[in-house]
């Protein structure tokens, strides 16, 4: 595939970032695409390897050297090509272009002694060609079949799902309890790193196949309390829906943010990061809001080293933090993964992103151990975080002895990942969980994305927890095909 000798001849050429003193300034995307030659000289770079370990890397098992192949071929119809190859198995490579980790290039046969083909880099370029091209155009299905499909949850997972389900004839309605769709897509990444105009011409593609939104309906409920984001104005209850639809696919984010429970939790100004990021967003996109979690001249600490927790440090950044500090229970990895020892998989090394690059301090092995209110007129906020150092022997986390400190603390984010989705919503619809909480289901066989309930069925992290887009449009896009094939006794969707 590509040039055979390309891989010798062209250096790794990674995307251009607008300078940060520009891009703090907005909330706008600030990453510069490859144009059309720098692609091509990256296709080039892809080996005839023979077996091309980036696919199955790729957890939508993208074609990726084919795709390669046919931009460093160049023309444009080979481009229009690449774009039908990317889209088989990928209903949305715009987001996963922008925001994916890119596990294929830590999977590059290349990656073994030297610098993994640009994948995700070349994936970006072809999307955004396709669309500026009018290359992606809606695939209404020729027939309907008379069956109704509900999809609860619009993320990646219920998006795909909706989607693969219209285009076969299904009518297929989805429900996101939020005002707008996306999901974690819409209210959990942030707008710099991926601008939701990208979100809404999907949706317009999909409306025009014959997709039916419905937002700003829950489903079922909430527990009393939660933080979870909720600008539902309708309810629903389960069983309306058993009783309307012929299959119902459920499809919510993992949205139970893990807690810290040390004293001084409830102090004003400690907050989950999924009070803070959905709000951001929410503004970005015109709307007012009353009492918004603002960083502006605070010294902010986030607890969590994951992207959730850099999401923080870029959007404080943006509000005018006094200072940002992330903390992470593990030690600092090394800069550069034991590629011998890693190889094809996902390696464990030290990770910089874009928003550490616009200013944080990064403290490694620290625990927290309180949160520090203040006296007076500061009573009740927090003004300081006690941590210790931590040392590692054996797998078990140690504290330092005499290590303990307090850090400046005017706000607090949790960024520790999410432990389930919510349970009531599982719960309204009688489906049984695993030991994690998860809605349980298999992905294999005769049953699989069918739970416990007759014609219920569970993908994305409803069904395997936290995860990564890629990994939510996979399970959407194998849902789907278990729903059409459980409607109509055979299906022609992929898995």
């Known amino acids: 595939m590509g040039k055979v000798t390309g891989f010798m001849e062209y ?20 990453v510069i695409g490859l144009n059309v030659e720098q692609a091509k000289q990256q296709g080039a770079r892809c080996m005839d390897c ?3 370990f980036c696919n199955s890397g790729c957890p939508v098992n993208n074609v990726i050297p084919d795709f390669n192949d046919l931009v460093y071929k160049g023309r444009p119809e080979d481009w229009k090509n690449a774009i039908a190859v990317l889209h088989s198995t990928n209903n949305f490579p715009e987001f996963t272009g922008r925001i994916c980790p890119a596990p294929c290039e830590a999977a590059c046969t290349l990656n073994v002694n030297d610098d993994a083909v640009g994948i995700k880099s070349i994936e970006h370029a072809i999307i955004d060609r396709a669309w500026a091209e009018g290359w992606v155009t809606a695939q209404p299905p020729k027939a309907k079949t008379g069956k109704k499909v509900a999809v609860v949850g619009a993320g990646p997972a219920g998006l795909a799902a909706a989607q693969q389900l219209a285009r076969v004839g299904h009518s297929v309605t989805v429900f996101e309890k939020n005002d707008r769709v996306g999901g974690l897509l819409r209210y959990g990444i942030p707008d710099f790193k991926m601008e939701k105009l990208h979100i809404d011409r999907r949706v317009e593609q999909m409306q025009a196949e014959g997709v039916e939104f419905r937002t700003g309906v829950l489903i079922g409920s909430l527990p009393e309390g939660s933080k979870v984001t909720n600008w539902a104005k309708e309810t629903v209850q389960a069983d309306e829906l058993k009783a309307q639809f ?9 949205e139970q943010s893990r807690d810290l429970p040390v004293p001084g939790r409830d102090l004003a100004g400690v907050h989950f990061a999924m009070e803070f990021l959905p709000q951001q967003n929410k503004v970005n996109a015109g709307d007012k809001l009353k009492g918004q979690i603002r ?18 440090v870029g959007t404080s950044n943006r509000h005018g933090a006094k ?55 500061d009573k009740g906020k927090l003004t300081g975080v006690k941590t210790v150092r931590l040392k590692w022997e054996g797998g078990k986390m140690i504290e330092v002895e005499g290590s303990e400190q307090i850090l400046k603390a005017d706000i607090a984010f949790l960024a520790m ?14 489906v049984d969980k695993d030991a994690r909480g998860n809605g349980k289901a298999a992905t294999e066989g005769a049953n699989a994305y ?31 095909r278990a729903v059409d094939e459980f409607l109509m006794g055979s299906t022609t969707l992929p898995r």
Request: proline share 6%; glycine share 12%.
């Open 50 to 52: 023979g077996t091309p």
């Open 246 to 254: 012929d299959a119902i696919v459920l499809t919510g984010g993992a």
């Open 323 to 377: 200072s940002v500090t992330q903390f992470e229970l593990l030690p600092q990895p090394p800069e550069v993964e034991d590629r011998p020892l890693t190889w094809p998989y996902w390696p464990i090394k030290l990770r910089t992103s874009s928003s550490h690059e616009e200013g944080c301090e990064r403290e490694f092995a620290i625990a927290t151990k309180e949160f520090i209110g203040g006296e007076g007129k």
């Open 11 to 30: 250096e790794r050429l990674e995307e251009g970032y607008e300078p940060v003193v520009a891009r703090v300034k907005n909330y706008k995307e600030f």
């Open 295 to 312: 960083a502006d001249g605070k010294h902010v600490i986030v607890i969590g080293g994951g992207d959730t927790g850099s999401d923080c």
């Open 450 to 480: 069918k739970t416990n309930v007759d014609k219920v069925f569970a993908a994305g992290d409803m069904r395997r927890g936290q995860s990564l887009v890629v990994w939510a449009i996979r399970e959407g896009r194998q849902a789907a």
């Open 417 to 430: 990942g999410f432990v389930s989705p919510v349970a009531t919503i599982l719960e309204a619809f009688g």
